[in-house]
Protein backbone atom coordinates (compact mmCIF):
# COMPACT_ATOMS: atom_id res chain seq x y z
CA UNK A 1 0.00 0.00 0.00
CA UNK A 2 1.53 3.30 -1.32
CA UNK A 3 1.26 6.43 1.07
CA UNK A 4 0.36 9.40 -0.54
CA UNK A 5 3.05 11.72 -0.70
CA UNK A 6 2.59 15.22 1.01
CA UNK A 7 5.37 17.87 0.29
CA UNK A 8 6.22 20.33 3.24
CA UNK A 9 4.74 23.58 2.48
CA UNK A 10 8.50 25.23 1.26
CA UNK A 11 9.14 22.14 -0.78
CA UNK A 12 5.93 22.60 -3.04
CA UNK A 13 6.93 25.93 -3.69
CA UNK A 14 10.56 24.91 -4.54
CA UNK A 15 9.18 22.44 -7.07
CA UNK A 16 6.25 25.07 -8.06
CA UNK A 17 8.92 27.85 -9.15
CA UNK A 18 11.77 25.16 -10.90
CA UNK A 19 8.35 24.53 -13.28
CA UNK A 20 7.92 27.98 -13.82
CA UNK A 21 11.41 29.49 -13.90
CA UNK A 22 11.21 32.57 -16.36
CA UNK A 23 13.81 31.97 -18.88
CA UNK A 24 13.93 35.87 -20.14
CA UNK A 25 17.18 37.38 -19.09
CA UNK A 26 16.38 40.33 -16.75
CA UNK A 27 18.43 43.03 -14.68
CA UNK A 28 17.03 44.85 -11.62
CA UNK A 29 18.14 48.01 -9.78
CA UNK A 30 16.86 48.19 -6.29
CA UNK A 31 16.33 51.53 -4.47
CA UNK A 32 17.49 53.88 -7.53
CA UNK A 33 17.26 57.67 -6.30
CA UNK A 34 15.44 58.87 -9.06
CA UNK A 35 11.60 58.94 -8.79
CA UNK A 36 9.14 57.07 -10.84
CA UNK A 37 7.96 59.79 -12.73
CA UNK A 38 11.24 60.88 -13.96
CA UNK A 39 12.71 57.20 -14.66
CA UNK A 40 9.27 56.49 -16.65
CA UNK A 41 10.20 59.06 -19.42
CA UNK A 42 13.11 57.29 -20.45
CA UNK A 43 12.09 53.84 -19.79
CA UNK A 44 9.07 54.87 -22.44
CA UNK A 45 11.98 56.12 -25.09
CA UNK A 46 13.30 52.60 -25.06
CA UNK A 47 10.34 49.96 -24.62
CA UNK A 48 10.27 47.70 -27.67
CA UNK A 49 13.69 48.75 -28.94
CA UNK A 50 16.31 46.73 -30.29
CA UNK A 51 19.42 46.90 -27.39
CA UNK A 52 21.71 48.74 -29.81
CA UNK A 53 19.57 51.19 -30.66
CA UNK A 54 18.06 51.59 -26.95
CA UNK A 55 21.63 52.19 -25.91
CA UNK A 56 22.25 55.24 -28.47
CA UNK A 57 18.90 56.68 -27.27
CA UNK A 58 20.27 56.45 -23.69
CA UNK A 59 23.54 58.18 -24.45
CA UNK A 60 22.19 61.16 -25.79
CA UNK A 61 19.31 61.16 -24.17
CA UNK A 62 19.99 64.05 -21.47
CA UNK A 63 18.12 62.89 -18.44
CA UNK A 64 19.91 61.99 -15.25
CA UNK A 65 17.80 58.64 -15.35
CA UNK A 66 19.20 57.87 -18.56
CA UNK A 67 22.85 57.30 -17.42
CA UNK A 68 21.63 54.71 -14.60
CA UNK A 69 19.24 52.81 -17.13
CA UNK A 70 22.06 52.48 -19.46
CA UNK A 71 24.11 50.87 -17.22
CA UNK A 72 20.99 48.31 -15.91
CA UNK A 73 20.49 47.54 -19.63
CA UNK A 74 24.43 46.57 -20.20
CA UNK A 75 23.48 44.41 -17.24
CA UNK A 76 20.96 42.97 -19.04
CA UNK A 77 22.56 42.54 -22.23
CA UNK A 78 25.77 41.13 -20.41
CA UNK A 79 23.43 38.28 -18.41
CA UNK A 80 21.65 37.44 -21.77
CA UNK A 81 25.05 36.70 -23.47
CA UNK A 82 26.52 34.77 -20.23
CA UNK A 83 23.52 33.09 -18.81
CA UNK A 84 21.50 32.27 -21.36
CA UNK A 85 23.96 31.99 -24.70
CA UNK A 86 21.52 34.31 -26.64
CA UNK A 87 23.26 36.80 -29.82
CA UNK A 88 23.44 40.60 -28.50
CA UNK A 89 22.53 41.71 -32.25
CA UNK A 90 19.00 39.87 -31.66
CA UNK A 91 17.70 41.30 -28.33
CA UNK A 92 14.79 43.85 -27.53
CA UNK A 93 13.53 44.88 -24.70
CA UNK A 94 10.70 43.11 -24.06
CA UNK A 95 9.35 44.71 -20.64
CA UNK A 96 10.95 47.94 -18.60
CA UNK A 97 9.72 49.07 -15.59
CA UNK A 98 9.65 51.08 -12.72
CA UNK A 99 8.16 50.68 -9.77
CA UNK A 100 7.81 52.73 -6.11
CA UNK A 101 10.39 52.45 -3.81
CA UNK A 102 10.92 53.72 -0.06
CA UNK A 103 10.67 57.75 0.48
CA UNK A 104 13.14 59.66 2.29
CA UNK A 105 11.64 61.96 4.19
CA UNK A 106 13.64 65.54 5.45
CA UNK A 107 12.79 68.71 6.69
CA UNK A 108 12.88 72.36 5.18
CA UNK A 109 12.81 75.05 7.51
CA UNK A 110 10.86 77.54 6.30
CA UNK A 111 9.71 81.22 7.75
CA UNK A 112 8.46 81.98 11.32
CA UNK A 113 9.32 78.76 12.78
CA UNK A 114 7.48 76.37 9.91
CA UNK A 115 9.29 73.20 9.07
CA UNK A 116 8.24 71.76 4.85
CA UNK A 117 8.73 68.12 3.99
CA UNK A 118 10.76 67.42 1.18
CA UNK A 119 10.46 63.78 0.07
CA UNK A 120 13.08 62.43 -2.03
CA UNK A 121 11.84 59.56 -3.55
CA UNK A 122 13.14 56.23 -5.34
CA UNK A 123 12.25 53.79 -7.66
CA UNK A 124 13.10 49.66 -8.27
CA UNK A 125 13.88 49.71 -11.87
CA UNK A 126 13.37 46.30 -14.04
CA UNK A 127 14.80 45.53 -17.93
CA UNK A 128 13.12 42.53 -19.43
CA UNK A 129 14.83 41.39 -22.96
CA UNK A 130 14.09 38.81 -25.42
CA UNK A 131 15.22 37.64 -28.70
CA UNK A 132 13.71 38.25 -32.07
Known sequence: ME???????????????????????TAKL?????????????????????VNTAL???????????????????SAIANAENNNNMDVNKLYIAECYANKGPTMKRIRPRAQGRAYRIEKRMSHITIVLDER
Open 3 to 25: ENKVLSRSKYKRERNANNKETRP
Open 30 to 50: SYARVSVQKACFVLDAIRGKD
Open 56 to 74: AILEYNPRYASAIIKKLLQ
